[in-house]
């Protein structure tokens, strides 16, 4: 089991940076890798990064590559994404999770088994 919390979340501008945090508590040394995901009003979940915990190699949706970073912390078993020159397209509910194994691909949200509530971000023009 893992519990999940992300925080971080706010209003702010385009260009704006937000650095969100997902705090991980349970059985997090075990898990294969780390994610984020969005999701806006209407759409579709889509995911952002990843990051195995184990060697920290990243992945990134085409859409934040080289302004987003995803990084971990183990001693604090915390993952951060930090998120800079922020776009109104960007406006979303990002939410982390954990998956215990590698049966799926990192972008793919049925390969994560726990889920955080999420946290709102909110990019104005």
């Known amino acids: 089991q893992a519990q999940l919390e992300e925080s971080g979340g706010g209003l702010v501008q385009a260009g704006d940076s937000l650095r969100l945090s997902c705090a991980a508590s349970g059985r997090i040394a075990s898990m294969y890798g780390m994610g984020w995901f969005r999701q806006a009003p209407g759409m579709e979940r889509e995911f952002v990064a990843a990051i195995?915990?184990?060697?920290?190699?990243?992945?990134?949706?085409?859409?934040?590559?080289?302004?987003?970073?995803?990084s971990r912390d183990n001693a604090k078993n915390t993952v951060y994404l930090q998120m800079n020159s922020l776009k109104p397209e960007d406006t979303a509910v990002y939410s982390c999770a954990a998956a215990r194994d590698n049966r799926g691909s990192f972008n793919y949200y049925r390969a994560y088994d726990y889920w955080g509530q999420g946290t709102q971000v909110t990019v104005s023009s």
């Open 52 to 70: 195995r915990w184990s060697g920290g190699s990243t992945y990134y949706a085409d859409s934040v590559k080289g302004r987003f970073l995803i």
